[in-house]
Nanobody, 126 residues
C-alpha cells in the first residue's frame, strides 16, 4: 500500500488549498481514507483527524472544527482522495497526512489507521 500526499504550501489566512492523496496497492474498494494534521512540535500520536471518506459508500465525516470549510472527495479517474480547504486559519498550520483504514469505518482516530503517507506541509500566515 502506498499513499502519497501533495498540494501543501504557504497560504494567507482566509485562503484555500487543495491537498491530494494518491492511493495505490489497495486491491478492493473496501477501505476509507482519512486526512489528519499534525501541528508543529507534536508527536504522531497527536495527529488530529479532519475528514474521512469511505471508498465503498462515498460517505464522508468531518471534524466539527472544519465541517463548513473543508470538503473531502474521491477522484476515481486519478485514484486520489482530495481535501479542499477553504477559509484556512492560522491554526491550520501543520503537516497533513492521509491514511487508510479497513474496514471502511469513518473514524478520525489515528490509531485505527493502517498505512500513512509521508505528509505535506501547510503553512497559514496571519
Amino acid at each position: 500500500v502506498q499513499l502519497v500526499e501533495s498540494g501543501g504550501g504557504l497560504v494567507q489566512a482566509g485562503g484555500s488549498l487543495r491537498l491530494s492523496c494518491a492511493v495505490s496497492g489497495l486491491s478492493f474498494d473496501d477501505y476509507a481514507i482519512g486526512w489528519f494534521r499534525q501541528a508543529p512540535g507534536k508527536d504522531r500520536k497527536d495527529r488530529k483527524g479532519v475528514a474521512s471518506l469511505s471508498i465503498t459508500t462515498n460517505h464522508t465525516y468531518y471534524d466539527q472544527s472544519v465541517k463548513s470549510r473543508f470538503t473531502i472527495s474521491n477522484d476515481n479517474d486519478k485514484n486520489t482522495v482530495d481535501l479542499q480547504m477553504n477559509n484556512l486559519k492560522p491554526d491550520g498550520t501543520a503537516d497533513y497526512y492521509c491514511g487508510d483504514v479497513r474496514p471502511p469505518l469513518l473514524l478520525l482516530s489515528p490509531g485505527s489507521y493502517d498505512y500513512w503517507g509521508q505528509g505535506t506541509q501547510v503553512t497559514v500566515s496571519s
